[in-house]
């Protein structure tokens, strides 16, 4: 398959324009209500179950992790992943930003919750994404709301230059083969839409 070959896929459409919309929509909503109940003190900072602006890959620029309505995505792409890769994957976690002007996210691999990732593009300005293919080739992929990349997140470098615009919203969608020794299940949660600070709290009752 050409997922394995090249270590990527690009995939138009895979979102309407309307649910792409929507998903934007929520997420500028969600930093606009997670600013106010920080500004406010009516919540910590050190609280992120709302979201953070203080992610060091993304200083200042609201991000948030295991967001239902995105873990839901996770959950529902599933299939659409497995069929386009040739792998039978397991759901890890998901994470979004609502990326603003001069942001830059640096030259990086993803860490083992990922070893099939996808960003998608659900709005804002155009800021396209760079990776090295298994070939070493740079690549350079502009996404439109709902268009999607599917790559091998703990294995090609990614990145994007300094952004120019206004705002970007993306979601990451992670995944992992299960034929890995380590399949993370869940990113070390009991299931998914539970926030980080839940990891190896609780064992799954059996």
Request: charged fraction near 30%; hydrophobic fraction near 35%.
């Amino acid at each position: 398959m050409k997922f394995k070959k090249k270590g990527y896929l690009i995939k138009k459409e895979v979102l309407s324009k309307e649910m792409s919309y929507f998903f934007y929509n929520y997420l500028t909503l969600k930093k606009q209500v997670a600013d106010t109940l920080f500004k406010t003190t009516y919540i910590s900072t050190a609280d992120p179950d709302w979201g953070v602006f203080n992610d060091p890959q993304a200083p200042g620029t609201y991000s948030i992790y295991a967001d239902i309505v995105m873990e839901t995505l996770v959950r529902l792409l599933k299939p659409f992943m497995e069929k386009e890769t040739g792998l039978k994957l397991i759901e890890t976690y998901s994470y979004a930003r609502l990326y603003k002007k001069n942001d830059v996210l640096k030259k990086h691999v993803d860490r083992k919750s990922c070893s099939v990732s996808a960003t998608l593009n659900l709005g804002g300005d155009e800021w396209p994404i760079f990776l090295r293919d298994k070939s070493k080739k740079e690549i350079k992929v502009n996404l439109r709301p709902g268009d999607l990349l599917i790559y091998e997140g703990c294995q090609l470098e990614h990145w994007r230059e300094k952004f120019k615009g206004d705002s970007c919203g993306q979601t990451f969608l992670h995944y992992n083969d299960t034929s890995l020794k380590t399949k993370n299940v869940f990113d070390g949660r009991v299931h998914l839409g539970l926030p980080s600070w839940f990891k190896n709290k609780f064992k799954e009752k059996k």
